[in-house]
């Protein structure tokens, strides 16, 4: 039974560069979130996507999007790079739990940009 | 828009000892709270999760928590601590009427000396 799967694992942009990110989710999960975590920080939520519906977004701008593909898969895309975005990017897959939803990581793509 | 706290930033033990980090939030609503822990080189793992019911929840590797709601606090709790333990934990909050997003702390480091 496959974990959060997430690729690329390292990425190194430049200013001004446009960034896709890649997120499998677990088996049986139809819920992806995506989070930021900055060099020794708590992981921050940008947002969450059900039934290919951005349902829930955190405090990110908008050049931070995403999409989520039929499969359950999703996408998040980072426009105009800024030295700031550089940290490890998270996926977390869940299947609805109404009230008792339960999060899963995957390994995180790691980008840095110069 | 709640916020959770982790007042040990690094915690170091020697092995046998006991361990317990500090885990508050702010928000007067009904809450769900997790632990994850980060091995090093690896991904965010879930040790353990409160949802409802008895406030003294047991995880994984011998962990426990307990939910003190008076408090706003989910201390993380281990009798006595491994090598293997070193790693960092972090708490995490989900807000039920703010939707699904976690919020988390800023991490606990931790290491365990031989």
């Known amino acids: 039974d496959a974990g959060v799967t997430q690729s690329p694992t390292h990425l190194i942009k430049t200013r001004g560069q446009q960034v896709t990110l890649r997120c499998s989710p677990k088996?049986?999960?139809?819920?992806v979130s995506w989070y930021q975590q900055a060099l020794g920080q708590g992981p921050q939520f940008i947002f969450q996507y059900y039934e290919e519906e951005e349902r829930q977004r955190g405090n990110f701008p908008d050049r931070f999007s995403g999409h989520q593909f039929p499969n359950y898969s999703s996408e998040l895309n980072v426009n105009a790079l800024l030295l700031g975005d550089s940290a490890l990017y998270l996926c977390?897959?869940?299947?609805?739990?109404?009230?008792?939803?339960?999060?899963?990581f995957g390994p995180g793509t790691r980008l840095l940009v110069l | 828009a709640q916020s959770v706290s982790q007042h040990n930033h690094h915690v170091i033990l020697s092995e046998a000892a006991s361990l317990e980090l500090g885990c508050n939030y702010s928000y007067g609503g009904t809450v769900n709270l997790f632990w994850y822990v980060q091995y090093p080189g690896q991904h965010l793992q879930l040790l353990l999760k409160y949802f409802s019911g008895d406030p003294l929840v047991k995880g994984i590797k011998g962990f426990e928590a307990e939910f003190i709601k008076s408090k706003f606090s989910f201390n993380l709790r281990k009798p006595s601590v491994q090598w293997s333990d070193t790693a960092e934990y972090f708490c995490?909050?989900?807000?039920?009427?703010?939707?699904?997003?976690?919020?988390f702390g800023g991490g606990t480091r931790l290491m365990v000396k031989p």
């Open positions: 995490a909050v989900n807000a039920r009427e703010a939707g699904n997003m976690l919020t």
């Open positions: 977390a897959s869940s299947s609805p739990g109404g009230l008792q939803e339960t999060q899963y």
């Open positions: 088996s049986g999960h139809d819920t």
